[in-house]
């Protein structure tokens, strides 16, 4: 099986990232339209043949169901240890009762990393840089582009010191 990095690489040379396609390429389902609880954003889940899968809510907005899909597969990456037999995230992407896989051992600080990397997942860095050295610097069109919101964009534009 591929690893994380060479699938994380292969991904990152165009926008938008087909995360949908990396959430499979590292052998991992996906339900990218599952009938989630209206409180839960996604979640990642410990199937019965040891393999993972991913849901994210399917009355979300397609922009916003593709960073739950990265934000669970940072989990996947950063946090397997911590998973369980699964853990969901609510519309703040913290994990909660409501859902189906409250997990205590997943702290806030962990939500942290994983929104960060999500972030890194769909709009890597070297590839937004380029983009703004060839003077694409419309936050709404870099935003259509990456099929991320408007707010994640420019969180992510600070981040790399861009705006």
């Known amino acids: ?75 996947y990456i950063l946090h397997s240890d911590l998973i369980g037999r699964g853990l969901d995230d609510n519309v703040m992407y913290r994990s909660t009762r409501e859902g189906n896989f409250y997990n205590p051992n997943v702290e806030q600080s962990h939500e942290i990393e994983a929104n960060k990397l999500a972030a890194e997942l769909l709009v890597p860095g070297k590839l937004l840089r380029a983009l703004w050295d060839e003077g694409e610097r419309n936050l709404e069109q870099l935003a259509k582009k990456f099929q991320v919101s408007k ?12 705006h």
């Not at 707010?151 to 861009?162: D, F, P, Q, S, Y």
């Open 151 to 162: 707010k994640a964009m420019e969180i992510r534009l600070k981040t790399l010191g861009l």
């Open 1 to 75: 099986m591929a690893t994380v990095k060479s699938i994380r690489d292969q991904h990152s040379t165009s926008a938008p990232v087909n995360i949908e396609q990396m959430i499979r390429d590292l052998g991992i389902e996906l339900d990218k339209k599952a009938p989630l609880d209206p409180e839960i954003s996604g979640q990642i889940e410990l199937l019965e043949n040891d393999k993972y899968k991913i849901s994210a809510n399917r009355d979300h907005h397609y922009y916003r169901r593709r960073f739950t899909m990265a934000h669970e597969l940072a989990h």
